[in-house]
């Protein structure tokens, strides 16, 4: 089975600032897809972006982008001009080519201070 | 809001009693999904449902059982309820296409005294 690691437990970050979550993962596919999930203090699961691994152009979903390095198989999420409202936990998840459930990391909490 | 219902919010039971939660998923979705989330284990995948039909099993226990209807909503159950099964159980659906992302439900909290 994929594993997905995210190695950071917990990060902070000033308002306005920006800051980068790691996720790397482990597959033998070619073709997969990957999501980062924000689950706020509400334990809503909501989808913030999402990446097609056969697309060399890296996602980005307004203040919110991914540096995806397949070779290195690590797909990072960058947020920028940070928000109060940021303030959550995030999942990263791997999506293989021949299954459609997600597989988890452990997540990251995030948390955004004035 | 995702669009996907579940039903209901809390539940508060005893060890060795029987549950049933419920999930409606998004108009047009024919794919639904099964998520554990406890605090020491993350997300785990338990079930996945497409169409009526069982797709793909993940950690699910011997004790927990689950199953789609004609209508597409699905129910989860779990009997001889443990102290460890207490968790946030989450219900996702998807239209079923490889790559489309799941959107969730708000989770139903099951806490086992």
């Known amino acids: 089975a994929q594993t997905v690691t995210q190695s950071q437990p917990e990060m902070s970050v000033q308002e306005a600032e920006t800051v980068t979550l790691s996720c790397t993962y482990d597959t033998s596919e070619n073709n997969y897809y990957l999501f980062w999930y924000k689950q706020p203090p509400s334990r809503q699961m909501i989808l913030v972006i999402r990446?097609?691994?056969?697309?060399?152009q890296n996602a980005t979903e307004n203040r919110f982008s991914v540096n995806f390095q397949k070779a290195a198989k690590s797909f990072s999420l960058k947020i920028s001009d940070s928000q109060l409202g940021d303030t959550a936990m995030y999942f990263c998840a791997f999506m293989s080519n021949s299954g459609y459930a997600l597989n988890f990391g452990k997540g990251t909490s995030l948390l955004v201070t004035p | 809001d995702s669009g996907v219902t579940q039903t209901p919010k809390h539940l508060i039971t005893a060890t060795g009693q029987r549950v049933t939660l419920r999930c409606s998923p998004r108009s047009g979705d024919l794919s639904v999904y099964w998520y554990q989330q406890s605090l020491d284990q993350g997300l785990q995948f338990l079930i996945h449902y497409y169409n009526g039909e069982e797709r793909a099993k993940g950690n699910i226990l011997e004790r927990f059982s689950a199953q789609q209807f004609p209508d597409l909503h699905s129910e989860l159950n779990l009997s001889s309820l443990e102290l460890g099964d207490s968790a946030l159980y989450f219900c996702?659906?998807?239209?079923?296409?490889?790559?489309?992302?799941?959107?969730f439900g708000n989770g139903t909290r099951l806490t086992v005294t």
């Open positions: 996702a659906s998807s239209p079923g296409t490889l790559g489309r992302p799941l959107h």
């Open positions: 990446q097609e691994a056969y697309k060399q």
